[in-house]
């Protein structure tokens, strides 16, 4: 269930640091619980909001009432249940869609290359891919043209160019690892393009585990990852290759295992790069799911 909980500033002086501290501590804690919806104060000071998933009215109470801003006297509390409306639920108005149908369109032509796209309707999920040279050094990449390409055996792809260490190593080698990132982590994506070879690995501040079934480690940081080997490589022209991997191996956190749907998608956090390093997270499951 999704709760509404609002702050009203009780005393005008600034916050301590401890209190803070464990203030940011508690919203960190929920949303690695997958519960956290978004959090912040409000513009003109008079007090603060979140919006978080708990199981019932009195875990959401309790949650706010021992918040060190409320148990400090800084400021007061109130809870109310809340439900999200958007475009997946019309609103919550069943009658929406009678009401207000859809607006005429007006198509323009796009350009055929993907990097000249105003907008990208294409959104690609972020992940970082691991592979072994034949001297056994670790290198890791950044890529968003994933797809799935088959159920039996289960078959995994990725887009590359033949003059990235990640080809030559799955070319040389035969095993890689996608591990699935997360959206806090989106950033470090960002900043792997300005390094190569050791000095990525040593700057994208990550740790590596063990793979079950292939060289290749998996990322600690990430939430789920999918340990491959090399099937099949389509190439095209001017160098660009589409790599398929069958998984023979793969893990996720166990927490997004949550029987909540919106709880363990909140924990899977996974993110899709848009365009000009514009990414963006999941969000929140919506529909109806088949009984």
Wanted: a negative charge; one cysteine or more; charged letters at 20%.
């Amino acid at each position: 269930m999704e709760f509404a909980i609002v702050f009203h500033r009780s005393r005008p002086e600034a916050f301590p640091d401890e209190a803070v501290r464990e203030h940011v501590d508690r919203l960190a804690e929920l949303d690695d619980q997958g519960r956290l919806i978004v959090a912040g104060p409000l513009g003109d000071g008079t007090g603060g909001l979140i919006l978080a998933r708990f199981d019932d009215l009195s875990q959401a109470r309790r949650f706010a009432e021992t918040d060190p801003y409320v148990t400090g006297g800084w400021e007061t509390v109130e809870v109310h249940p809340w439900s999200p409306a958007h475009r997946a639920n019309d609103y919550l108005d069943p009658t929406l869609a009678a009401r207000h149908g859809p607006s005429e369109r007006h198509f323009v032509a796009l350009p055929l290359d993907k990097r000249d796209w105003p907008c990208s309707p294409l959104p690609g999920q972020i992940v970082l891919v691991t592979t072994l040279d034949t001297e056994g050094e670790v290198d890791i990449a950044p890529k968003s043209w994933l797809s799935m390409a088959a159920f039996s055996p289960p078959i995994i792809g990725f887009g590359c160019t033949i003059t990235h260490r990640t080809y030559v190593n799955v070319t040389e080698t035969g095993q890689f690892v996608i591990n699935v990132l997360p959206s806090r982590l989106a950033p470090r994506a960002w900043a792997m393009l300005s390094d190569y070879g050791n000095r990525r690995v040593k700057h994208a501040d990550l740790s590596f585990l063990p793979a079950a079934s292939v060289a290749p480690p998996r990322v600690a940081e990430c939430v789920a990852h999918f340990e491959c080997i090399h099937q099949h490589t389509v190439e095209f022209d001017g160098g660009e290759v589409f790599i398929f991997g069958r998984i023979v191996s793969a893990t996720i956190d166990e927490r997004c295992l949550h029987d909540d749907l919106a709880i363990a998608y909140g924990h899977l956090d996974a993110c899709f790069f848009l365009q000009n390093r514009l990414w963006v997270g999941l969000g929140p499951p919506a529909g109806v799911p088949l009984s």
